[in-house]
């Protein structure tokens, strides 16, 4: 499935983010990008990125998209997550490592409560890596679908994701689109 798609099904569940929406997309230096990072990323999160500014949901969940001329800043955040590094050297992390060790964690999102939201980047297809959620109760889950999809099965209340608050998802969420 294409990555337009994808938005397009997360536009669905989550119709207030459309007003966000930049007008003519956001010229993301994805080889700048890459090149910092050391490996691509996912195209579901290639389009939205292009679609959309740092997305907020409810004052609860932040989707970190790099932004045009932010793009070594993200990948530099990126490979350089002292939480996550942090948990790998206490033991923390289930069989999970940190990027850029092979099939290591990319960070995407987070929840204000504590949860974070990864990659697995394994395989090798970045089409294909799971997303991996930290939950504030330390708990590490695996869903065998993409960022957007994922966000899309959250607020259509189709993937449910343990120890969320019991009004989460809200029926309307607010979406504030922070600007570049």
Do not use: K
């Amino acid at each position: 499935m294409d990555g337009m798609l994808r938005i397009e099904a997360l536009e669905a569940a989550l119709p207030a983010m459309t007003r966000c929406r930049v007008p003519g997309g956001r010229a993301v230096d994805w080889a700048a990008l890459e090149a910092a990072l050391g490996t691509a990323l996912p195209s579901d999160f290639r389009s939205l990125a292009e679609a959309y500014p740092v997305l907020v949901v409810d004052d609860f969940l932040m989707v970190s998209l790099p932004r045009p001329g932010g793009e070594v800043a993200w990948a530099s955040a990126s490979r350089n997550d002292e939480i996550l590094q942090d948990l790998y050297e206490m033991g923390d992390t289930e069989d999970y490592v940190p990027f850029p060790r092979p099939g290591g964690l990319i960070g995407w999102a987070s929840f204000n409560s504590g949860d974070d939201f990864y990659w697995r980047t394994s395989p090798a297809d970045p089409d294909a890596w799971p997303v991996v959620v930290r939950t504030d109760n330390a708990d590490w889950i695996e869903f065998p679908v993409g960022a957007v999809e994922f966000l899309a099965g959250v607020y259509g209340r189709t993937i449910d994701v343990p120890g969320m608050p019991r009004n989460f998802p809200r029926d309307h969420p607010e979406v504030l689109g922070l600007s570049d």
